[in-house]
């Protein structure tokens, strides 16, 4: 089955500058690849989301990049501030409607 | 986005007894739902999938007698915990997928503490 691994498991930045969270994935049928983001005790929140047919998406701070080949996918956060600070999950889903397969999360600090 | 809410937020109860969790899909007709345990600073484990009116899928590893699962409808699946330890005290979240390459969306978790 799909296995996602996701790095670093820990990130701390200073306000303004970027973070950048990493996940490889390994089944190649996988078409489909979320961001959550879960504040503590909360539920986790899609953020952006990224289809095999596209190699990049943004949405104004956050971007998502695809390698289909290299079976990769990143986050970036631009600008960060304060309020990014939580915990980052990636995803994959090989057929629609079918299950997320996450991986391990990373925790991320933003320190102002 | 789609709403997804889930009952009660917060539980405890006693070992032994039995406890009904409640997913509901608000505003859209939910073809699939999925039950997550997740453990302090930990990932999303995936317990089972269900489908509308057929049997859950559990993963391995998960007991299906502890762990029961029922999707009466499009919009309702409930995970009962039977004969709960305090080794099942945890954060359990349900998810929801339409039909097509969309994204999961989450109740709001229920924290369950079995004393």
């Known amino acids: 089955g799909e296995n996602v691994e996701q790095h670093p498991s820990t990130l701390s930045v200073q306000e303004g500058d970027s973070a950048v969270i990493k996940c490889t994935y390994s089944?190649?049928?996988?078409?489909?690849f979320p961001w959550y983001k879960q504040e503590l005790g909360k539920r986790p929140q899609l953020i952006i989301d990224?289809?095999?047919?596209?190699g990049e998406k943004k949405d104004q701070r956050i971007a998502v990049t695809l390698n289909k080949t290299a079976k990769h996918f990143s986050l970036h956060i631009t600008e960060t501030q304060p309020e990014d600070s939580a915990v980052y999950f990636c995803?994959?889903?090989?057929?629609?409607?079918?299950?997320?397969?996450f991986g391990a999360g990373t925790i991320l600090r933003v320190k102002s | 986005g789609a709403v997804v809410s889930q009952h009660p937020s917060r539980v405890i109860c006693k070992s032994g007894t039995s406890v009904k969790i409640e997913c509901r899909s608000l505003d859209f007709q939910a073809t699939t739902m999925f039950w997550y345990r997740q453990f302090p600073k930990k990932s999303l484990m995936l317990m089972a999938t269900s489908n509308e009116g057929s049997k859950a899928t559990y993963e391995q590893g998960v007991e299906k007698d502890k762990f029961l699962i029922n999707h009466a409808s499009l919009t309702l699946s409930t995970l009962t915990v039977t004969s709960a330890h305090p080794e099942d005290s945890s954060f359990y979240i349900c998810s929801a997928r339409t039909a097509g390459p969309t994204g999961a969306f989450f109740g709001q978790g229920t924290r369950l503490t079995v004393v």
């Open positions: 995803a994959a889903s090989i057929l629609s409607g079918n299950k997320l397969v």
């Open positions: 089944d190649s049928a996988s078409n489909y």
């Open positions: 990224i289809r095999s047919n596209v």
